[in-house]
């Protein structure tokens, strides 16, 4: 188990055996969101340059540590959450499209659904110091 912060592509991190594996901590399945933060960050003289930038951050499943998924120049969103339910619930699959220049990622969660077409996503995992880890 990697003990050390980590920041990739998401679509290399995709690919990758340990982001599949429920077993290994960086993995986001079982995981519980914390936050979804979108941001209109801007730039020029007028601040008429704008994008879109989507942030998830979640819980690990093993509460040892917090996964970051950070969207930049988003394309397209669509946020879906289950009237009545309390919270997303449990972070169940997701799916993620190289679709040539951007990229969609597509997350099923027990009580929802996320999906966000960009042209980054950044996956960081943060070890949460002081916290037992069991392999």
Not at 26 to 38: F, G, L, M, S, Y
Not at 83 to 111: F, K, M, P, Q, Y
């Amino acid at each position: 188990m990697n003990r050390e912060a980590i920041r990739l592509p998401l679509l290399e991190c995709a690919s990758s055996t340990w982001y599949t594996s429920p077993s290994d901590h960086r993995c986001p399945h079982d995981a519980w969101v914390e936050a979804i933060n979108i941001s209109e960050p801007a730039s020029g003289e007028r601040q008429e340059k704008r994008s879109l930038e989507i942030r998830i951050r979640v819980l690990g499943a093993y509460h040892d540590g917090i996964i970051e998924i950070t969207y930049k120049r988003v394309d397209e969103y669509h946020l879906q959450a289950s009237v009545g339910a309390a919270g997303h619930g449990d972070w169940l699959r997701d799916e993620v499209e190289d679709c040539g220049e951007s990229i969609l990622h597509t997350i099923a969660l027990e009580n929802g659904k996320i999906q966000i077409k960009a042209m980054e996503a950044e996956y960081r995992w943060i070890p949460l110091a002081g916290r037992s880890m069991v392999e």
